[in-house]
């Protein structure tokens, strides 16, 4: 995928993150739909293309609609050589962070290093090489994994 196409990409998850997404708005509640299906759908589809970018030799896709009061979550797991990464896409916090980066140990490493947040702003000001930047400094830590005592580091 193009890196036009992947900033675009970026800049629509950042606006349908804006948003409340567990909301129903009248529409069944026997899975997501609206807004909340379109950020699932797009959101696969901008890792798949980041896991490609990043380079991983291995990579895992997944999304979870979750229930009908949060936003759900899609999450890429990859690995370099020695050293992995964790991508999530969610509303956390009530919707101030939208995007979680740490470090992993394997595919199924879903706790990793210490917790670095994007807010929906960071997410429309960065162009995508400076993401890629950003996740791929991951790499240089590999396999460095410290908790900070439940506090979570922003990156600007």
């Given at each position: 995928m193009s890196v036009k196409s992947q900033e675009n990409n970026i800049r629509r998850l950042a606006g349908l993150l804006s948003q409340n997404l567990s909301y129903i708005?009248?529409?069944r509640e026997c899975g997501?739909?609206?807004?909340?299906?379109t950020f699932l759908n797009l959101g696969?589809?901008?890792?798949?293309?980041?896991?490609?970018?990043?380079?991983l030799r291995d990579a895992k896709v997944t999304?979870?609609?979750?229930?009908?009061?949060v936003s759900g979550e899609c999450i890429l797991?990859?690995?370099w050589e020695n050293s992995g990464v964790c991508i999530e896409l969610s509303q956390f916090c009530g919707g101030k962070y939208v995007l979680l980066y740490r470090t992993a140990r394997n595919l199924r490493d879903y706790t990793g290093g210490h917790n670095r947040?994007?807010?929906?702003?960071?997410?429309?000001?960065?162009?995508?090489?400076?993401?890629?930047e950003k996740f791929g400094a991951l790499r240089k830590?590999?396999?460095?994994?410290?908790?900070?005592?439940?506090?979570?580091?922003?990156a600007a």
């Open positions: 708005c009248g529409e997501p739909n609206g807004a909340k299906k696969k589809v901008f890792l798949r293309a980041l896991a490609k970018d990043l380079g999304s979870n609609p979750d229930g009908i009061a797991i990859g690995m947040f994007l807010t929906p702003e960071d997410l429309r000001k960065l162009s995508y090489p400076e993401l890629l830590e590999g396999g460095i994994h410290e908790r900070r005592g439940g506090q979570y580091d922003r």
